[in-house]
């Protein structure tokens, strides 16, 4: 008659491997998380760049408008 284990837990190597795979799988998920927030800190940066840009150009338009451009002067 054959005995029957009762013993049914897992072996050393198994939870090795496991934690082994389960580590690359970590280490892959937190390298996408900091190159999206990289990326999110880069366009955040652009995107106050170009409102400084904006705002730096709509001053210079209104300085250019309310001084005016005289056209009485003839050219000889």
Do not use: P, W
């Not at 940066?45 to 300085?63: H, Y």
């Amino acid at each position: 008659m054959k005995k029957i284990s009762l013993h049914t837990g897992f072996t050393l190597i198994e939870i090795i491997i496991s934690v082994s795979i389960m580590s690359i799988i970590l280490v892959a998920i937190m390298g996408v998380f900091f190159s999206m927030s990289d990326v999110s800190n880069k366009t955040e940066i652009n995107r106050q760049l170009q409102s400084n840009l904006k705002n730096a150009i709509e001053l210079m338009a209104e300085d250019i408008r309310s001084y005016g451009i005289d056209t009485s002067c003839s050219v000889l």
